[in-house]
C-alpha cells in the first residue's frame, strides 16, 4: 500500500519527528511504500490565495504534488503538536490548500456546496498522532477534545475516510525518557494494528 505521512513540527528535534520516523520505520518493515512529508522541512507554502480559492487549482508543483499522491494514497498518517487546541498554521494551511472540492470530496451536480458532499479519497484508514501538554482529562472534559472532532468528522470522515484512529500523548513537557519510550511503542503498535 502506499501510505502518505504528513508531519508538522518546526522542530527536526522534536517528539513528533521521533513519532513520524517511528511510524515509517513501521510502514517500510511492513512493505508499505511511504510517502513521507515535513511540511517544514519543505516550506509548503500554506496560503490559500483569492485566485485558487474560486479556480480549486494551485499555482505551484509541490502543491500539485500534494494533492496527486492524496488522491492514491491507501493509507494516511499526520502527526503534529496540539497548539490551542489545533494544529499549527501551517497544517491548517495544507488542509485548506490539498483537501480541496473534486480532489478530497465533491458535490452532487445539483448541490451548490451546501448540501452533504461525496468523499473521494481512497485512504482505506487514517490515523493521527498529536503530541500535547495538557492532560487529557483537562482535554476531553474542558476543551471538549477538539483535535477529534476536527480530524475524524470534519477532516476524514468529510473526505470519505470512515476508519480513524488517533492517539494524544501527553504531557509531553515533563514526561520521562520510558514514558517517551512507550509512547513511540503505542505509535508502533497502532501503525501496525491499522495498516499491518
Keep these: 500500500m502506499n501510505i502518505s505521512v504528513i508531519i508538522a513540527h518546526p522542530n527536526p528535534k522534536s517528539f513528533n519527528h ?3 520516523r517511528t511510524v515509517c520505520k513501521t510502514l517500510d518493515r511492513l512493505g508499505h511504500e511511504v510517502w513521507y512529508h515535513d511540511l517544514y522541512q519543505e516550506n509548503f507554502p500554506a496560503v490559500l490565495t ?3 480559492l474560486v ?3 494551485p499555482d505551484d508543483a ?3 504534488r500534494h494533492q496527486r499522491e492524496i488522491t492514491e494514497a491507501d493509507g494516511i498518517v499526520i502527526v503534529h503538536p496540539n497548539w490551542w487546541g489545533q494544529p499549527p498554521a501551517l497544517l491548517k494551511g495544507w488542509v485548506d490548500r490539498v483537501l480541496r472540492e473534486n480532489v478530497a470530496y465533491a458535490f452532487g451536480s445539483d448541490d451548490s456546496g451546501g448540501g ?3 468523499g473521494l479519497l481512497k485512504a482505506k484508514a487514517a490515523v493521527v498522532f498529536n503530541t500535547s501538554n495538557t492532560p487529557m482529562d483537562r482535554e476531553q472534559t474542558v476543551f471538549g477534545n477538539p483535535l477529534e472532532t476536527l480530524w475524524r468528522n470534519c477532516v476524514f470522515h468529510f473526505c ?3 476508519n480513524f484512529s488517533r492517539r494524544m500523548f501527553c504531557v509531553v513537557a515533563d514526561s520521562t525518557e520510558d514514558e517517551r519510550k512507550a509512547w513511540l511503542k503505542q505509535a508502533e503498535e497502532l501503525a501496525a494494528e491499522v495498516f499491518g
Design 18 to 20: 521521533a513519532i513520524a
Design 50 to 52: 483569492g485566485p485558487e
Design 55 to 57: 479556480t480549486d487549482t
Design 62 to 64: 509541490l502543491t500539485k
Design 116 to 118: 452533504v458532499p461525496k
Design 160 to 162: 470519505g475516510v470512515d
